[in-house]
Structures are given as C-alpha cells and as structure tokens.
C-alpha cells in the first residue's frame, strides 16, 4: 500500500515550511492543502482540534501536528540516506535545544518586529537580533548546524531566512551586517532542492507583510 | 568507568520534579545539587549559558538543558525495561505533542493564578481548568498517559499536581471537582517511589507560595 501524504498548510508559515523541507528531503510525495486561517477548514478543525493550527501533517488519515515533531517524525517514518538528527544521544539533545530556542525565543521577537509599535518593536528588534547572533555562534564555521549535514536545526530555522528580507525593509535594518555567517549559511541553505522548492520568494513575503498587518487588524 | 550524573535543579520547580523521576525511574545515581535562582551559581551559568535556568542535567561533564529534552535523553541513553516513549513513531509524536501542550498551555496559567492579580488571575484560573480538562479527556480511562505504563507525559504532568494543593488554597477552587479523573490519575502516580522521592509534599508548595511571591516582588 502507498502511502497517503496530506499536508495542511499555508505558504508563508516558516512552520508549514519546515515540514516540506522534510518531506521534500525524504523524496516524500504528499498533497499540499492550502489553509485559510480566517476561515478554517472542517478538516484543519478535525485534524487539531487542540491548536486549530497549522502546518498539520497527516499520515494514512493520522494527524501529526506542531512542526518540530513532524520533522522527528518523518525522520523516523521514512529514514533514508540522511538522518535529520544525529544517532548520538548528546548530539540529538544539543539539535532538540536549538528547535527549542528557535520556537521559544527567535519566533515571539519576529512578531513585535511586524506586529507591534513604537518602543515594542525596537525591543522586538533588538532581540531578534540578539538572538540571531546566539545561533551564529552555535553555527560556527560548520556549513550546516548538523556539521557536514543539512539536519534538523537547518530545517527548523531555514523558514525565518526567507521572512529576513521582509523585516528588514520594514524596520531599516540589515540581518548580514549583523549576522554575515548566519546569512552565508541561508545562502548555501536555498541551494538545495528541498529549500527552494519549499521557501516563498523573500520578495512575495515582502509585499505580503503590509496585508497580514491588516488582516489581522494593525493598520 | 561510571557514569558522572549531577542535577542542577530547585526543589520547588515542576521542571525539575520531570528530571528527577525520570532518573529515578531508571535507578540512574545522581548528584543533586540545589540552585539559589535569585544568586545564580558559576556552575549553572557555565553549564546553561543561554537559558541560565535549571534543571539542568550533567552527564560526564556535559550539560542537557530543557526537562523534556533531559526525558528522552535519559531514555535513550539508559534505555532499560521501561521506555518512557513508545517505539511506534505516531504514538511518539503523540506523546510529544502533549509534552508540548503542558509546556505551552498548562504552565502559562499557572503563572497568572499566582504571580497575576484580579481578572488576570481569574482568566489564568478559567484557562488552567480549561487546559486540564483537554489533558483529562486524552487521558480518559487510561491508567497512565502512557497506556498501561507510566511514561514521558505522565512525567511531564505530575509536578504540575504537586502544585495544585497551592493553586487550589490560594484561588479557592477544587481540581478535583472539576477533572476527578486526573486526580485519580496523580494519586496512582504518587504511589510510584520515583514519583515519592522526586516530588516536595503539597504542604510545603502551599506555604511557599507566598514566598515566591514576595521573592518576585508580587508582594
């Protein structure tokens, strides 16, 4: 029996991005449901009925929800040639800290960036910034956070890059006078196949960021 | 060569009560040694330079940071009779995502039933019921979480019920009356020496409450 692949999803989530990075690495042919979030679907409310949220992957008719443990799982569903996470106990608890950090400290930044105002979103600035070169330094000199291998932390932070472009021109900055090496790194990641299939243009971010301010009621 | 295991923890933390019963749980010997959060120590700032929080968990030199990371950790590198994670991976990310779900939607709460006042309090007090009453219906009638085996979101949850006696006393309300399962639930699991050895009794949470309050300048 093939498998039956669906994922709810909605193109500019740095989320839903992460796990099409993952299928797309598998060679994991699924079927791309586009959401909408203000209005959603029978099936989004079926599939996460706790978090009504997307990216929701769904397996043979089984919901898997929340991005990061979609990329766990799908590395362990269809293992392949390239492991997201290393076999090492250490190693794979050093790759889990910084999906962590990511979602807890990198995502809330991103949103007083575009979302909030005057002294908020300077602070909101700041941080992302801070942040940003926290995860510079984890990098390193590697190519990729799993070292020699496009893994993990690569998929949980690449959706962020293709959103750079979208902050910066928003709030006058730029993230490789901060952060050159991260940015190197964003560079080497949109080679890849899976990345450029998966990833928006920065451009079609860009013009969209003024249309989420305003559906969600900012401006 | 033995294995060097110490535990910055503080006693109070539900973070912490995970880390201990799951090295308990695996008769895993460790150094346990107690964290002043309010004058943090070299060893903990060296250790968890990014989050600088406990618990953190030193094996053979080397820090794992976050309790539901330190879960698997420990799993996997003492992996023994009793694993914490199903080896089926759908019910592995099942479990996860309610790992994820206690971290994201239980503890905030709980924050605003002590550290809030007025109708945050009683907004953090309607949500934390509300909460418990999903994690109720996922446990149903199941022994644990885990099914017939006591496992890594029963570990994740059971510090939360060490609380509750606080939470209860200092909002005037009853868990019990409003999810009688998962207090069945935490009483089987407090009959587990893991769980006895790990977890502070109710009593003593219940009279430093106010302590912590005034510690954080609440009051």
């Not at 029996?1 to 994991?28: C, H, Q």
């Not at 950090?101 to 960036?113: A, Q």
């Not at 962020?160 to 490789?176: G, I, Q, T």
Request: aromatic share 14%; glycine share 8%; with cysteine.
């Amino acid at each position: 029996m093939g498998d039956e692949v669906i994922l709810l999803d909605y193109w500019p989530s740095m989320f839903g991005m992460r796990t099409r990075i993952a299928l797309e690495e598998k060679n994991v042919k699924f079927d791309y449901k586009e959401q909408d979030l203000w209005n959603k679907s029978s099936i989004l409310l079926e599939m996460n009925p706790v978090h009504k949220k997307i990216p929701v992957l769904i397996h043979n008719g089984k919901p898997i929800c929340e991005s990061l443990i979609q990329i766990e799982y799908i590395d362990e569903v269809w293992p392949g040639k390239n492991p997201f996470l290393p076999s090492d106990p250490y190693q794979r608890a050093q790759a889990k800290f910084w999906g962590d950090f990511i979602d807890n400290k990198v995502y809330g930044p991103t949103r007083l960036i575009w979302g909030a105002k005057g002294e908020e979103q300077e602070a909101g600035k700041k941080e992302f910034i801070e942040m940003l070169r926290t995860l510079e330094a984890e990098l390193g000199d590697k190519v990729y956070f799993g070292g020699e291998t496009f893994g993990y932390v690569d998929i949980a932070l690449i959706g962020f890059y293709s959103w750079f472009e979208a902050y910066e021109k928003f709030r006058n900055f730029s993230v490789e006078e901060e952060c050159p090496k991260l940015i190197a790194w964003g560079k080497r990641c949109v080679k890849r196949e899976s990345v450029v299939k998966s990833l928006p243009d920065s451009e079609k971010i860009t013009k969209f960021l003024p249309q989420l301010r305003e559906k969600i009621g900012i401006e």
